[in-house]
C-alpha cells in the first residue's frame, strides 16, 4: 500500500560523496541550492479504511528548508505552518507528468514522514487524492510500478 521514491528526480548518482550534496531517506540537498524533504500523498481506499501512500519529495526553498531541518527533531513540530514545495519525483503510472505539482508539506510529529497535499487540480493524482481509488485502482498502480521496476515497494 506504499511505494516510495529513493531521490528526488534531480539527483544524479555521480552527486553522491560531493562536498555540497546531500541524500538521506528524509532530506537531500543538490550542489547547496536545491532542497528537498520526503513526504507521503496519502490517497484514500474506497469502500476500506486503507490508505494508499507515494513516497515522494518536494522541494523547498532554502528557507523552509533551514526551519524544517532546525525542527526536525523537536517535539511539537507539527504545529508549523505547512510549506510551500513543489512535486519532484515522476510517478510513471500516470499518462501526465507529476514533476511539478504544486503542494503544501504538512509536517508532522517527530518519526513521522510529513504529509503532502497537492494543489487541487484536474491531474488525477490530485484528483484521486481528493476523491480516492478503488481496490482495483491499488492493484492497477502495483502492477504498473513492479513491470516499469521504478519506485520501492513497502
Not at 555521480?14 to 507521503?40: E, M, N, P, W
Not at 500523498?41 to 519529495?57: A, N, R
Not at 513543489?86 to 509536517?107: G, I, Q, R
Request: charged share 25%.
Amino acid at each position: 500500500m506504499n511505494y516510495t521514491a529513493e531521490a528526488p528526480a534531480a539527483w544524479d548518482p555521480a552527486f553522491a560523496g560531493a562536498d555540497d550534496c546531500t541524500l538521506s531517506s528524509d532530506q537531500c540537498v543538490i550542489q547547496g541550492r536545491h532542497y528537498f524533504v520526503k513526504g507521503l500523498i496519502e490517497v484514500p481506499v474506497i469502500d476500506t479504511d486503507d490508505v494508499f501512500s507515494w513516497g515522494v519529495w518536494v522541494s523547498l526553498s532554502r528557507e523552509n528548508f533551514s526551519r524544517a531541518a532546525d525542527l526536525w527533531d523537536k517535539p511539537g513540530r507539527e504545529a508549523e505552518k505547512p510549506y510551500f514545495g513543489w512535486l519532484t519525483t515522476d510517478l510513471p503510472v500516470y499518462s501526465t507528468t507529476t514533476l511539478n505539482l504544486k503542494t503544501l508539506v504538512h509536517t508532522r510529529p517527530v518519526d513521522e514522514r510529513p504529509y503532502i497535499e497537492l494543489e487541487p487540480t484536474e491531474h488525477p493524482l490530485a484528483v484521486e487524492q481528493r476523491t480516492g481509488i478503488t481496490m482495483d485502482r491499488v492493484r492497477e498502480i502495483a502492477a504498473a510500478v513492479l513491470h516499469s521496476g521504478s519506485g520501492e515497494q513497502r
